[in-house]
């Protein structure tokens, strides 16, 4: 059983930066597919990056502002957000998965984190 924990959220203005971590606790952290999805109030969780030995991948909204990376000997995802939007703002989950799909659904994920909220300003 996989354990997730998400740090590093808060409230930011606008062009700001943040650094999320996803801590992860349970056997061979390195052999699961990571994601990182959003939600905002009122809206679907939706997809903001995903990592896997083939690579990583982004959500338009988030590409080129966004940066995904794992560390395997610290058990630990992280994603760089920079130059920050309002529309940013949401609570941010991490999430893993053995399963190899589109990766990009929240319905592909098996593990998922409580969240970290982020708030930018305007």
């Known amino acids: 059983q996989l354990q997730l924990v998400e740090s590093g959220g808060g409230l930011v203005q606008a062009g700001g930066s943040l650094r999320l971590a996803c801590a992860a606790s349970?056997?061979?952290?390195?052999?699961?597919?990571m994601g990182w999805f959003r939600q905002a109030p009122g809206k679907e969780r939706e997809f903001v990056a995903a990592?896997?030995?083939?690579?990583?991948w982004y959500a338009d909204s988030v590409k080129g502002r966004f940066t995904i990376s794992r560390d395997n000997d610290k058990n630990t995802l992280y994603l760089q957000m920079n130059s920050l939007k309002p529309e940013d703002t949401a609570v941010y989950l991490c999430?893993?998965?053995?399963?190899?799909?589109?990766?990009?659904?929240?319905?592909?994920?098996?593990?998922w984190g409580q969240g970290t909220q982020v708030a930018v300003s305007s």
């Open positions: 990592i896997r030995w083939s690579g990583v």
């Open positions: 999430a893993a998965t053995k399963a190899c799909s589109s990766n990009s659904s929240p319905r592909d994920y098996d593990y």
């Open positions: 349970g056997p061979i952290f390195s052999s699961y597919i």
